[in-house]
């Protein structure tokens, strides 16, 4: 069993930053995968990033990538979701998530996580 606890989401308005952290307890951090997803109102839940064990590879949805930034830090077992450049699109409820066995192709698939955090809420106002 795995713990996930999400922090660090909020109200800003477009172009500011904000940093989700992930933060995982129960079993070795190390040993899943992490990503993000986000689900808006009305709308199904999406793929926002993943990185690998080690963190030496990341996966980020096309609406993000030069924005955000994926990284963890496995001695804390904390991952975390640097958001730049807000866009009011970027609203949504952000989750993270772990996977234990999952391929590269896999890591978009939301069904493929075995455990999610609560999430926590990002609202971007213009």
């Known amino acids: 069993q795995v713990l996930l606890v999400e922090s660090g989401g909020g109200l800003v308005q477009a172009g500011d930053s904000l940093r989700l952290s992930c933060a995982g307890s129960?079993?070795?951090?190390?040993?899943?995968?992490m990503g993000w997803f986000r689900q808006a109102p009305g709308k199904e839940r999406e793929f926002v990033a993943a990185i690998t064990w080690s963190g030496g590879v990341t996966y980020y949805a096309d609406s993000v990538k030069g924005r955000f930034t994926i990284s963890r830090d496995n001695a804390k077992n904390t991952g975390y979701l640097q958001m730049n450049r807000l866009k009011p699109e970027d609203t949504a409820l952000y989750s993270c998530?772990?996977?234990?066995?999952?391929?590269?192709?896999?890591?978009?698939?939301?069904?493929?996580?075995?455990?999610w955090g609560q999430g926590t809420q990002v609202t971007v106002s213009s």
């Open positions: 998530a772990a996977a234990r066995w999952i391929t590269t192709d896999q890591v978009k698939a939301p069904d493929r996580y075995d455990y």
């Open positions: 129960g079993r070795t951090f190390s040993d899943y995968v």
